[in-house]
């Protein structure tokens, strides 16, 4: 009898695949996020908040869950579970801080894309380290990374441009994250079924 090991070849599939679910409901939540700030009509600075705010704490939970679910001492969990709480807490300073400014969440945006997008990055280098190589990790990171510097260096931006700005880098960033989900996904389902192939 011949049986290939969990960790043996398949294992990046099954620790991959335990977390597509998790990417693809930030990323859904991302393009929800995105579309409202791009077609609510005159929305108010109060708007732009609650729905950052709601954004953040539910990707924040997603992030969590996912780290929770990975395959102990294969995933980065120290840093998704960071990227989680941070994002939470952002949610939450953006609700409970009643007299934010325009300048003030766009900083707190902005240092919200750049954490998540620095800790995706290390959570990436970290997979590839234990041999999974996904790459679509570092694109949204990457992402995430350049709107937080975008958002640092152009301040002065107006109410409607910022509004347009957030809001396609929301829908961009989800795109990214439910084709990592689906790629995670892919990897997870073939590497499942490597296994049982190679099981006799």
Do not use: K, N
Not at 155 to 166: D, M, N, R, S, V
């Amino acid at each position: 009898m011949h049986e290939i090991r969990h960790g043996e070849g398949h294992g990046e599939g099954h620790g991959l695949g335990r977390q597509w679910w998790a990417i693809a409901a930030r990323g859904a939540c991302a393009i929800i996020f995105g579309v409202l700030a791009l077609v609510w009509p005159l929305i108010t600075l109060l708007t732009l908040v609650v729905l950052f705010g709601a954004f953040a704490i539910v990707s924040g939970a997603f992030t969590l869950f996912g780290a929770l679910r990975g395959e102990p001492g294969r995933d980065p969990r120290t840093w998704l579970i960071v990227s989680g709480v941070l994002a939470v807490l952002a949610g939450i300073i953006a609700w409970i801080w009643p007299g934010i400014t325009a300048f003030a969440l766009l900083m707190l945006i902005a240092a919200y894309a750049i954490v998540i997008g620095v800790a995706e990055i290390v959570a990436a280098v970290r997979r590839r380290a234990g041999g999974d190589t996904e790459w679509m990790y570092i694109v949204s990171g990457a992402l995430a990374i350049i709107f937080g510097i975008l958002l640092f260096a152009w301040p002065a931006t107006g109410a409607l441009a910022l509004t347009w700005l957030i809001g396609l880098f929301a829908i961009v960033y989800g795109i990214s994250l439910l084709v990592l989900a689906y790629r995670v996904h892919d990897i997870g389902h073939r590497g499942a079924a490597g296994t049982t192939a190679h099981a006799v």
